[in-house]
């Protein structure tokens, strides 16, 4: 049962981060050593994501393009950056829209959550219920005005994208509707997305 043990792997494991009793920080987020790339910190631990799949990579390439294409001065669209939630809570959206004013430098690793308009997510198998659940929950509770949850339209190659509004009330998001082909809205700004221009890409 199980691999053999060479000196590689025990000395691969005797490098193991032990996780504090209370979790991690995102100050630990931005300075651990040799995390892998795209960790993200959700209530005080660390995640890491699986390889990518064409379709994840596409879906986050055509909504970039289109954000960027209609997006006034003010904003920024960025693609896989770390939205800093609170002490605990740093997770890596796919898409975000943030006020330029908050863009300040080559080497800026992460945005604040009042720095952020809009946050989507583009589902994938290994991380489904962080994406439709844990992820939205959070942004809402830290008050990002818009989320959009981005998910196969069955077996296709198609993306569905939901649009969600944060409810400033409870803090929650209220589902304003499904888009499938072309995704047209006027919040946060406006926006004319073609989603079959993923047959393109």
Do not use: C
Request: charge should be negative.
């Amino acid at each position: 049962m199980g691999g053999t043990m060479t000196a590689e792997s025990v000395e691969h494991r005797r490098h193991w981060q032990v996780p504090p009793v209370d979790g991690y920080t995102v100050d630990d987020l931005f300075t651990l050593p040799d995390l892998p790339p795209h960790t993200e910190l959700i209530d005080g631990s660390l995640i890491t994501v699986s390889p990518q799949r064409n379709f994840h990579a596409d879906v986050i390439d055509l909504l970039v393009s289109g954000l960027r294409r209609s997006a006034p001065k003010k904003y920024r669209v960025k693609r896989e950056m770390t939205i800093v939630l609170d002490r605990r809570n740093g997770p890596e959206s796919d898409v975000s829209v943030v006020f330029a004013d908050a863009v300040r430098g080559p080497d800026q690793t992460s945005y604040q959550a009042q720095d952020v308009i809009l946050a989507i997510e583009v589902v994938s198998p290994d991380s489904e219920s962080r994406d439709r659940t844990t992820k939205p929950h959070k942004y809402g509770t830290a008050g990002i005005p818009h989320f959009w949850r981005v998910e196969r339209d069955g077996s296709g190659r198609i993306p569905l994208v939901h649009v969600y509004e944060l409810d400033p009330l409870t803090r929650s998001y209220v589902h304003m509707g499904m888009h499938r082909d072309r995704i047209k809205v006027d919040e946060p700004y406006p926006i004319d997305i073609d989603l079959t221009a993923i047959d393109e890409l």
